[in-house]
Each structure stands twice: as structure tokens, then as C-alpha cells.
């Protein structure tokens, strides 16, 4: 769209979230029998006129219905007053997008009741789908734990590294963003950080973890089942996806709350020969590609003739 040009220039998302619902609007209706769609936010809203639209809903707008709180954290403080009724306006218009959506497929129950509780709408669970072929295990297991993935505010991660930096147990960083700077200052010699890795370093990093620690709450998360693939068990919060992704005592430990007290009790009795390297490889072809496509490609095939044969 027009909108491609300012964001090359701007290179930032937040500034133009606004004019999408407009841009999408005003777009051409597209000329399609099925319209299969992937969103965490806009793109419900496109016309798609006669098409069956299926949209594969990974949440709905977190920043609108999920995590409004922390949409305002993102925005500049001298436009909060702005923000408070643009937000108004795109949630109505968010709404009205969902009502266009002909089903709606979810990445996860918790996914899923977020769609019956916002969108008042029913859907279908299809998970995600990692790459086993891929992802496996690929070496022997070190001395140390792994926390991976954007470093952002608000997952926890400052928890994991304040409880390895008091235990002085050596933790593996993988990733970048805006919180690493944080991270660092609060990390004692035992943190070790990687910076950006490349898919075969992590595969590696996994497979060479005691543990992988999945301390934020995820619509659903992918990370807990490439480290099972790769052999290694994780550490989470049961809340949300991780309640999906990680069976509690046999594909790794889930925790009721996640702070200081609890992570520092489960690393220092923590025994990853408790967990069998079968089971998590087991557990994570579940999440298969082949799965994957048998189930989306049966839904879209019963729903096409469904629709059609009743518009007939």
C-alpha cells in the first residue's frame, strides 16, 4: 500500500498502525473464491467481497482488547490524550473487521477464548507447527540454562537473570532488543550474553541446555516445543500458551507464579534426568508441519463446500 513508502523512512510501526484500517478501507476488493489470512491485528478488515474469508488468529489486537496497558507504554506521555480516543475508534473498527471474518481458526485455546470474549465469535484450535525435521537434538548437555527470544519489557526475563546472578548459575542469553541494555546491568558474571543467533546456534543452545526458561506469557509460543525437539525440558509459568505447550513434570516444570522465590527454588533442586529425552521429542512432533496441514487444509475444504453449497 501507499503506506510502505512512509515506513521505509520511518522504519517504525507504531507511528502508522493508525492509517491502517483506513488504507485497508479504501484497498481493492480482492478476486478470490477463499481469502486464508494470518493476523495478530489488521488485516481481518480487508475486502475480501464475495470470498470466504478464514482468518489463522494468532490473538486478538493485543494492544486494543489484550495488553492496552502496555500499548500506552509505547506511546510518547504527551500523547496519551491522543491515543485514548484513536484507540476508542479502532477498537469499534477492529470489531466490525472481526464481524467480516467467516471463521476464525486459533493458535491456542487461550487464543480462543480470547476470540469468544472480544469478538463473541467461535473458532477452531489449529496449533502452530515447528520444524522437526529441523529442530533436534545436537550435542550433549552443559552446564547451563537458556532464556531466548526478543528482550523486551515485561516477559520476566529480569527475573531469570537476577535469580541465576544470585545463585551464580551460569545462564545462556540469546537474542536482542530494546531491554538488553537492563539486562545487562542487573547481570552478575554467571550471564552470558549471545546476542542474535542464527537458527543452527540455537538448535545447538538448546540441545546443550539443562533447561530452557520460558518465563513469559505467550498467546501460545513456539520456544518450549523447539527445545523439546532438541531434547531439553523447559521452565514456565502456567498461564496461556505455556499451559499448552508444556506438560508439567514430564516435558518440564510449570510454576503457578513466576518470581525470585519460585524459579530460585526449582533451579536449585532442578534434575533434567527426570525428563526423558523420548518424551519431549515425542511431545514435540504434536506440533509437526504435516499435522499442521492436514488439519488447515481439512477445515478450509469443509468450510469451502459448506459456504458455497449454501450460498447455492
Same mark, same amino acid.
Given at each position: ?80 490524550? =491522543? ?5 476508542? =475508534?479502532?477498537?469499534?473498527?477492529? =470489531? ?35 520444524? !522437526? ?98 531434547? $531439553? ?11 499448552? !505447550?508444556?506438560?508439567?513434570?514430564? $516435558? ?61
Amino acid at each position: 500500500s501507499w503506506l510502505q513508502k512512509p515506513y521505509e523512512l520511518l522504519q517504525s510501526f507504531q507511528w502508522l498502525f493508525a492509517f491502517i484500517p483506513f488504507v485497508l478501507a479504501t484497498s481493492k476488493t480482492l478476486s478470490a473464491d477463499v481469502i486464508l489470512s494470518a493476523s495478530s491485528s489488521f488485516i481481518k478488515g480487508l475486502n475480501k467481497g464475495p470470498a470466504l474469508h478464514i482468518n489463522y488468529c494468532h490473538t486478538p489486537t493485543r494492544f486494543l482488547w489484550v495488553d492496552p496497558e502496555h500499548a500506552y507504554k509505547e506511546i510518547p506521555s504527551y500523547l496519551h490524550w =491522543l491515543a485514548k480516543p484513536v484507540f476508542h =475508534l479502532m477498537r469499534n473498527w477492529d =470489531l466490525r473487521s472481526a464481524n467480516k471474518v467467516d471463521y476464525f481458526i486459533a493458535n491456542s485455546k487461550e487464543v480462543q477464548n480470547r476470540i469468544r470474549q472480544f469478538y463473541k465469535r467461535d473458532s477452531e484450535v489449529i496449533y502452530p507447527f515447528v520444524d !522437526t525435521s529441523f529442530w533436534k537434538p545436537m550435542g550433549d548437555e552443559q552446564d547451563y540454562y537458556l532464556i531466548a527470544g526478543r528482550l523486551q519489557y515485561a516477559k520476566g526475563l529480569d527475573v531469570v537473570v537476577k535469580v541465576c546472578t544470585k545463585l551464580n548459575l551460569p545462564l545462556h542469553v540469546a537474542g536482542t532488543g530494546r531491554y538488553q541494555d537492563e539486562l545487562k546491568r542487573i547481570a552478575g558474571p554467571s550471564v552470558k550474553f549471545l546476542g542474535r543467533v542464527s537458527d543452527e546456534e540455537l538448535r545447538i543452545q538448546y540441545s546443550e541446555a539443562k533447561a530452557f526458561i520460558y518465563p513469559q506469557v505467550e498467546d501460545f509460543g513456539l520456544m518450549p516445543i523447539e527445545a523439546a525437539a532438541c531434547g $531439553t525440558p523447559s521452565i514456565g509459568v502456567a498461564k496461556a500458551g505455556s499451559l499448552e !505447550t508444556i506438560i508439567d513434570n514430564e $516435558t518440564g516444570k510449570l510454576l503457578a507464579e513466576l518470581n525470585e522465590s519460585t524459579l530460585a527454588e526449582t533451579l536449585r533442586s532442578w534434575d533434567n534426568q527426570h525428563y526423558q529425552t523420548e518424551t519431549l521429542i515425542n511431545h514435540s512432533r504434536n506440533f509437526s508441519k504435516t499435522i499442521f496441514q492436514e488439519k488447515l487444509s481439512a477445515f478450509v475444504t469443509t468450510k469451502y463446500h459448506e459456504h458455497f453449497h449454501r450460498s447455492a
